[in-house]
């Protein structure tokens, strides 16, 4: 892939010459498709809003993601401008879902799929084994949907990366801002 740099091209001609095969060519599109407008994300905040003890949880991750899709989607995709995999290599790779619109550099995707996690994992609302479950469910599911995105050629990995990074630091900040809030409203007690 000319004008690419190798560490996008390598991975991106190593995922598409040795990993697609009939199963794994039905699967991605899956976990693209929950990933799609977070929508897995936001079953999961309102799965949380039905449980007293989870409602703070469910706010936090709605607010991680608003914060990493007004960064991502709004601010850094419109200045960047990164054109997608496929529209910059037409005709390299069958496109195996329809043509998403709008920019590449970072994965909406991702970010959302990493600020859920981040939230969940931060955030201790079930005690014990159930957490971790929960934890490890929302990694896998994240780690997949963010895959699935460079699998059907439609980011490369550093938009992937960084829309990890952006979820992450979104939540993070997120976090932050409700301990924040929360020590201030115990001082006004």
């Known amino acids: ?30 976990f693209t498709n ?33 914060v990493g899709f007004l960064l991502g989607e709004v601010a ?16 390299l790779y069958e496109l195996m879902i329809p043509p998403p619109s709008g920019f590449s550099f970072p994965s909406g995707h991702t970010c959302a799929s ?24 929302a990694w896998v599911f994240a780690l997949l949907i963010a895959f699935s995105r460079i699998f059907l050629f439609v980011h490369y990995p550093t938009d992937v990366l960084a829309g990890g990074l952006l979820g992450t630091l979104s939540a993070l900040a997120v976090l932050w801002a409700d301990k924040k809030l929360r020590a201030l409203q115990l001082r006004k007690k």
Not at 41 to 66: I, N, P
Not at 114 to 137: C, E, K, M, N
């Open 1 to 30: 892939m000319p004008g690419l740099n190798p560490f996008d091209g390598g991975i991106l001609t190593f995922v598409q010459t040795y990993l697609h095969n009939p199963v794994t060519d039905q699967i991605f599109p899956i």
């Open 76 to 91: 850094i995709k419109n200045l960047v401008c990164r054109p997608r995999p496929f529209a910059a290599y037409p005709g």
């Open 34 to 66: 929950l990933g799609e407008g977070g929508l897995l994300w936001f079953a999961v905040a309102l799965l949380l809003l039905l449980f007293k003890s989870t409602r703070r949880s469910s706010a936090l991750m709605l607010c991680a993601m608003a």
């Open 114 to 137: 990493f600020a859920a996690a981040t939230v969940l994992t931060a955030r201790r609302d079930q005690p014990g084994w159930y957490h971790w479950a929960i934890v490890g469910a």
